[in-house]
T-cell receptor
């Protein structure tokens, strides 16, 4: 079967760094996505990895290891507005996205 | 309008009633999707359309139908609503099927009693 695993909830402190992990098992692989979803709102795109390695975009970075079926999202210099759920999704062999349940990130002052 | 709009924003519906959720995009994207999001679960694909005139079934299609008469509109119909269809429904679009970045509408919160 297809499966995406990520922690349910994480807590971090404003100004700190947090790493959100995602492991996956899917039929085929056509890229891994991270989305941010604030409570009561729609998901919005953060990052896309299709090759192994680190992609950096401002305070956010995303890493992929295809051989390990593993990715992480790294958030630096945390701000209160980063409190949200972070969704990991993998494109399968049919280019459909398989979604994890999301990691709720709580930022404390 | 810019992006994707959905209507209604929220709805309370009696079981057994028919309901159509509307979705319109103005980005001229070829592919469109309907998801449901339930607490503790990931987004689950209900139906999709890779281009106008074609539709396909996703992971949880039972009890739902869609049509894609043109590029912009992708309505989702519940023929006879049941309480298990209580959920938040998101419509999304992407430029094409194999370009996976998806853009989401604001969602419809549906309660079936």
């Amino acid at each position: 079967g297809q499966n995406i695993d990520q922690p349910t909830e994480m807590t971090a402190t404003e100004g700190a760094i947090v790493q959100i992990n995602c492991t996956y098992q899917t039929s085929g692989f056509n890229g891994l996505f991270w989305y941010q979803q604030h409570a009561g709102e729609a998901p919005t795109f953060l990052s896309y990895n299709v090759l192994d390695g680190l992609e950096e975009k401002g305070r956010f970075s995303s890493f992929l290891s295809r051989s390990k079926g593993y990715s992480y999202l790294l958030l630096k210099e945390l701000q209160m507005k980063d409190s949200a759920s972070y969704l990991c999704a993998v494109g399968d062999s049919n280019y459909q996205l398989i979604w994890g349940a999301g990691t709720k990130l709580i930022i404390k002052p | 309008i810019a992006g994707i709009t959905q209507a209604p924003t929220s709805q309370i519906l009696a079981a057994g009633r028919r309901m159509t959720l509307r979705c319109t995009q103005d980005m001229r994207h070829n592919a469109m999707y309907w998801y449901r999001q339930d607490l503790g679960l990931g987004l689950r694909l209900i139906h999709y359309s890779n281009t106008a005139g074609t539709t396909g079934k996703g992971e949880v299609p039972d009890g739902y139908s869609v049509s894609r008469a043109n590029t912009d509109d992708f309505p989702l119909t519940l023929a006879s609503a049941v309480p298990s269809q209580t959920s938040v429904y998101f419509c999304a679009s992407s430029e094409k099927q194999d370009y996976n970045e998806q853009f989401f509408g604001p969602g419809t919160r549906l309660t079936v009693l």
